[in-house]
């Protein structure tokens, strides 16, 4: 019995079917699950894509499966491994899908402290964060139809530096440096990069923080509480259907005071 099928009744769409298909990495939790309810809503087909929670996966398609029928896809493809854009593109090709957006939120992390970093543990979190995104683009480039969104998954650490990770704060304020510079070479297709900075959101990993962590953070948010999944999910749709929004890196944080 999936726990949370209740969720699903609000998904019928809130207009007729457009029938445009959008990719969506990291989609089955969090922001990224959050994002395909929204985009499952609004009538388009969805795939998402997970690391290695099979589980999660076969339960989200399953709790999709009646409101939003042929609509939802999950497939398992590794953010740190560039083999798994093989993946994608051959499930792309076997379902004759060409693509109106996409959402890049897969990325990693690594807490280790300074003098613990390693050149290992650095490269796999840009290879997460940076590398994967640039050539998941250049492979799927010819699939993205004209006037397509792209939309990256970027941090508020990108830009008050934080002291808990520092290849992601870095590699995140490379995310949006990446989508100032895509805007040029993706021009020609009139395809438009954007980015949501999220501040922290209620997510399984910030819901399970300690409660003076959370007090802590809390305390520095304008509105006194973390974002919902639900109200970020709302930003990314925004940038998809915003024709005229382009190069830009939207913070939703609250109103967070970072000093």
């Known amino acids: 019995m999936i726990q949370n099928r209740l969720t699903c009744r609000y998904l019928q769409p809130t207009e007729p079917l457009m ?5 969506v990495t990291g989609g089955t939790k969090g922001i990224g699950r959050a994002v395909c309810e929204s985009l499952l809503r ?5 795939v998402a894509t997970y690391v290695s929670d099979t589980m999660t996966a076969a339960e989200r398609t399953e709790a999709y499966a009646s409101d939003a029928p042929g609509r939802f896809f999950t497939l398992q493809a590794d953010c740190t491994d560039l083999g798994s854009l093989t993946t994608i593109d051959t499930f792309l090709d076997q379902h004759a899908m060409r693509l109106d957006a996409l ?6 992390t690594d807490r280790a402290a300074f003098e613990a970093i390693t050149p290992e543990s650095w490269r796999r979190v840009f290879m997460a964060n940076i590398d994967y995104p640039v050539f998941l683009i250049q492979r799927l480039y010819n699939r993205l139809n004209e006037q397509a969104a792209i939309v990256f998954t970027g941090s508020l650490m990108g830009i008050h530096p934080h002291a ?3 290849s992601y704060g870095v590699s995140k304020a490379a995310v949006h ?3 100032k510079n895509l805007v040029k070479f993706m021009a020609s297709k009139q395809i438009r990069v954007n980015a949501v900075a999220p501040g922290f959101v ?3 990993w910030h819901r399970n923080k300690p409660a003076e962590i959370r007090r802590n953070i809390t ?3 304008a509105t006194g509480r973390f974002c919902t999944p639900e109200e970020v999910a709302a930003v990314y749709l925004m940038l998809i259907h915003n024709t005229y929004m382009n190069g830009e890196v939207v913070v ?6 970072a000093s």
């Open 19 to 23: 029938s445009k298909t959008v990719l």
């Open 252 to 257: 939703c944080d609250g109103g967070y005071m």
């Open 42 to 46: 609004d009538g388009w087909v969805v």
């Open 219 to 221: 305390e520095k948010i």
């Open 103 to 108: 959402v890049i939120n897969a990325g990693i």
């Open 177 to 179: 440096a990446l989508v």
């Open 202 to 204: 209620e997510t399984d």
């Open 164 to 166: 808990m990770s520092l």
